[in-house]
C-alpha cells in the first residue's frame, strides 16, 4: 500500500473494530508506568489475542500427551491438534500439500535448516549464494557459514537510499548462475516490501532456488505460496499473533525430498539399525525430537484470529497507521524516516537529530510506550545509513490512531527537551 494513498485507507480502516480487537489482547490493557500501555513493538514479536492463550492452556489442561507414538486417547488428541495445525498452515498460505509445512523453532531454525541441509546437499565450490544488503542477520549469517562451509560465494545486493532494492546488481548476480538467492520478503529495519513475486521469477530462470525470509511478510500481508512460486518461505509464529518458540518452514516437495534430514533423533526415523537408518516421509524427516506441540496448536489459533478478521482488513489497518504516522514525521525537520520506498508495511524507522535512538527509546518507555531502538538485527542497513542505531516503531492489528498521536506528544516533548 503506498503512502500516498492515505486519505484513502484510512477511510476504509475507520471501519474495522480495534477496539472489539483490542479487548482480545489482555496483556494490552495494562498501564506501565503509570501510563496506559502503549505497544509499538510488534515486528519484534506481537502480543496474543485470549483465544490463543486459551487454546494452549486448554491443550495442557485436557490433551497434553507426546505426539505420533501413542494409541491411546490423550496421544491421539494431542497428534490430531498438532496435525490439524500442520493443515491450518497449509490452507493459510496456499501450500499443495501438508507434507511442504515443516514445523520448526521459527524463522531463524528454517533458514538454517534450510543452509545447512540444501547447502550440504547441492552447493559445491565456486557456486554462489545472494543474499541482500537489508537482511536479518538470521538471513545472512547462515549462508554466510553454509558458503564458509563449502567454499562458495556470498554476493550481496545493495539498497537504494531509499530503501528499495537495487535490481540492477541484482540481475548482474544472476548472470553468475548462483545456486540460491535468500531474501527478505519485508524489511525488519526498513519496512520495504519487496518484489519477490518478480525476483523469483528472474532466479528461476537464472537457474537459482529461492527461498523467502516471511518473518515481517505473513503478520501483515496475505502470502500464497503457489502464487510467489518460491522454493522455500520461513516465517515465526510469534510475530503473527500466536506463540513463541515455533514457525514454519514452507519448502516445495521435490526439493524437500531429495534433502538430507539436518537433525536427527525419535521421530525423524523410520528404521533404525546400527547397520542403517532409513528416514521418515515428509514434513517428519525434518522434525527429530519431540515438537513444540502445543506452540503449533497456539499458531492453528492465531491463523483463525487473523482469518477472523481477514487477511486484507489487516493489511488496509496497518497501511492506513503507516501511512498516518509517515504523514506524522514528514510534518518534523528534525524526524529522518529510514527507509522511504513506495511499497512498505509494518514499520517505521526513523531517527531524531542530535538525539540517540536509544535514549529516545527510553524517554517513550518512560511515557509508556514500547518501540524498539539499536540495529534491529540488521547491522548492515545501519551500515548503509552510517547510523548506530534507529527508533521504530512497529504496527499491530490492534493499534489505534489515537495511539499515534500520543506517540508524537512524546516525540515533540524529547525533541524539545533535547534542542
Ligand atoms: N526480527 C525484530 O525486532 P525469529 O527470531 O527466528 O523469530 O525471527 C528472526 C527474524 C528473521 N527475519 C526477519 C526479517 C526478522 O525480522 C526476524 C526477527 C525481530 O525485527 C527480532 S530481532
New binding site residues.
Partial sequence: MSVSNFSKVSEFASELDVAGIRQQFPILHQTVKDKPLIYF?S???SQKPRSVIDAISNYYLHDHSNVHRGIHTLSERATDGFEQARESVRSFINANSTNEVIFV???????NLVAFSYGESFVNEGDSVVVTEM?????IVPWQMMCERRKAKLLVVPIHDDGQLNLDVYKQHLQRSPKMVAM?H????LGTVNPVKEMTILAHDAGAVVLL?G??AVPHCGVDMQELDCDFY?F?A??MYGP?GV?VLYGKEDLLDRMAPWQSGGEMIRKVTFEHTEYNTLPWKFEAGTPDISGSIGLDYAIRFMQEIGKSRIAEHEAALLAYATHLANERKWMRVIGTAPEKAGVLSFVLDDIHANDVGLMLDADGIAI?TGH???MPVMQHFSLPATA?I?FGVYNTFNEIDSVYTSIDKIHKIFS
Avoid: W
Fill in positions: 513493538d515486528a519484534a514479536s523453532r521459527g524463522a531463524t531454525e528454517a533458514i537482511e536479518h542477520h538470521a538471513n527478505t519485508v524489511s525488519n529495519a525470509d518473518a515481517q520461513a515465526s510469534h510475530k513463541t514457525g524498539r534491529h538485527c540488521a521504530r512497529s
